[in-house]
């Protein structure tokens, strides 16, 4: 059973910084493309991030493509995604997930709990 969990999120002022983890169990971390995703109240789940299984591919919304960088380490089964200059609108539940595609919800098998990042102005 695959099982995911983030951390790191948390309140933080306009202009800062947060770096997100996801810890990885239950299969061979290193094969899957990870992801990041993020869910504002009333909206829809939206792609933030992704990193293919070796590392060597990173995808970004082009909204968070010059403030966030994913970044995975396959010896610690870990992904994380560093925010900088956060804005209000980045106010979300950030969910980490494991999948075999890129940019849709569909095309992610597992997913973590969430982690909220609250961002004030």
């Known amino acids: 059973q695959v099982q995911l969990v983030e951390s790191g999120g948390g309140l933080v002022q306009a202009g800062g910084s947060l770096r997100l983890s996801c810890a990885a169990s239950?299969?061979?971390?290193?094969?899957?493309?990870m992801g990041w995703f993020r869910q504002a109240p009333g909206k829809e789940r939206e792609f933030v991030a992704a990193?293919?299984?070796?590392?060597?591919?990173?995808y970004y919304a082009d909204s968070m493509k010059s403030r966030f960088t994913i970044s995975r380490g396959n010896a610690k089964n870990t992904v994380h995604l560093q925010m900088n200059s956060l804005k209000p609108e980045d106010t979300a539940v950030y969910y980490c997930?494991?999948?075999?595609?890129?940019?849709?919800?569909?095309?992610?098998?597992?997913w973590g709990q969430g982690t909220q990042v609250t961002v004030s102005s």
């Open positions: 239950g299969r061979i971390f290193s094969s899957y493309t």
């Open positions: 990193i293919s299984g070796s590392g060597d591919r990173l």
């Open positions: 997930a494991e999948g075999d595609g890129v940019f849709g919800t569909a095309q992610y098998n597992y």
